[in-house]
């Protein structure tokens, strides 16, 4: 039994052994890799500094973009609003002058039909002045003041469009608009 104790006891004590040789094997190893992980965590802890630095860099940046957005929007607003308001000017002044034309035509044609009036011989004058203003009597009856805008009433009436009529006439689409309204 002594033998057999003996063994185990041999035995056992071989087992602490390569238990010992295994636990430092494995200490070795895990040191190893502890070091590679405090490696990797280093850096790790680098890239997130970094990233911090990078997202405060970009939120200042979208800050400054913001504002000079802002700044914009306001100078465009600010803009828009002194054309608007510009343009309501040029509106009355438009109508404005659109009355004003419409009186001196129609002073202009009711002097012509008092002139057409006049018995041969009198008001020869006045009436070689209308001519040469082109101031005629259309076929429709009207008188007209200039014979373009004669044809642009007709052509109106038979159906054209603006824009045609001033390419037909070679005249301007406003100023088009502006004889087909005073004929209203």
Known sequence: METVAGILLVFSIMICIYALMTIRRYKKSFQTELTVFETKMQQLETMLN???????????????????????????????????????????????????LELHNDLLVQSAEICEQLPDGVGTEAKKGFESMGVRRSSNGRISINPKHAEALKLSEEGMGIREIARKLDIGQGEVQLLLGLKK
């Open 50 to 100: 970094n990233s911090d630095e990078m997202v405060n860099e970009l939120n200042n940046l979208s800050d400054y973009v913001v504002v000079r957005v802002e700044e914009a929007n306001t100078q465009l607003v600010n803009t828009l609003s002194t054309l608007d308001e510009k343009v309501k000017s040029g509106s009355e002044l438009i109508e404005d002058l659109e009355v004003q």
